[in-house]
């Protein structure tokens, strides 16, 4: 799989009843997990006093990352994605010594 960085910025809809908001919230943090647990979703950070996410995420292409992967999250119709394609630094310190 490839690699991504996703920058996610949720806007919910102005009128929207607060309990659901609640319940999209749960269930987007229950989808997340599954993402996490079949490799898609690696890392997700906060900037400090922001309410935007950024994201390392994994996905055979672009497509899939959209369609598939982004795509089943709950609050996916009120988000935003700026999404960069990643691929191995030869300094990366971390690195195998493969490219992606």
């Not at 919910?12 to 009843?17: A, L, M, Q, Y």
């Not at 309990?19 to 997340?32: F, G, K, L, T």
């Not at 993402?35 to 898609?40: E, N, P, Q, S, V």
Request: net charge negative; no cysteine; hydrophobic share 40%.
């Amino acid at each position: 799989m490839r690699e991504f960085l996703v920058e996610l910025t949720t806007t919910v809809p102005e009128g929207t009843d607060p309990a659901e908001v609640d319940r999209i919230r749960a269930a987007e943090s229950v989808r997340a997990g599954e993402l996490a647990a079949g490799g898609h979703l690696v890392r997700l950070w906060r900037p400090v006093g922001e309410l935007r996410s950024i994201g390392l995420w994994r996905a055979d292409d672009e497509a899939e990352l959209r369609e598939k992967v982004l795509g089943t999250l709950p609050l996916w119709p009120w988000m935003t994605a700026a999404v960069t394609p990643l691929q191995s630094h030869p300094n990366d310190p971390g690195s195998t010594g493969t490219t992606a």
